[in-house]
């Protein structure tokens, strides 16, 4: 069974930075191409950030291109999102999750197979 757990969260001022990470277990993590995601109160889950499997391709929405970072390293089975100069819109819970069949990157919340419980991060102006 996969697991990911998603750490990191927290509340922060506006302007300051993050970085979430998060656990995988149950298979090989290196097949996985993996993704961020978040969901702000009374809004649909969106794609935040993705990354092959081997990190050789990477993928940004328009609202955190050139402030968040996504890496990941595959000896330690974790995928890591750095968040930079947050704003208050950035305020959402974060979901990690994997997606076991694709080459490149996988940006579509219908197409992950798994998923974690997610962490908060509030964002104050």
């Known amino acids: 069974q996969v697991q990911l757990v998603e750490s990191g969260g927290g509340s922060v001022q506006a302007g300051d930075s993050l970085r979430l990470s998060c656990a995988v277990s149950g298979r090989t993590f290196s097949t996985f191409a993996m993704g961020w995601f978040r969901q702000a109160p009374g809004k649909e889950r969106e794609f935040v950030a993705a990354?092959?499997?081997?990190?050789?391709?990477?993928g940004y929405s328009d609202s955190v291109k050139g402030r968040f970072t996504i890496s990941r390293d595959n000896r330690k089975t974790t995928v890591y999102l750095q968040m930079n100069n947050l704003k208050p819109d950035d305020t959402a819970v974060y979901y990690c999750?994997?997606?076991?069949?694709?080459?490149?990157?996988?940006?579509?919340?219908?197409?992950?197979?798994?998923w974690g419980k997610g962490t908060l991060v509030t964002v104050s102006s």
């Open positions: 999750a994997a997606n076991d069949a694709s080459w490149g990157i996988a940006i579509s919340v219908e197409g992950m197979d798994f």
């Open positions: 990354i092959s499997w081997n990190g050789g391709s990477t």
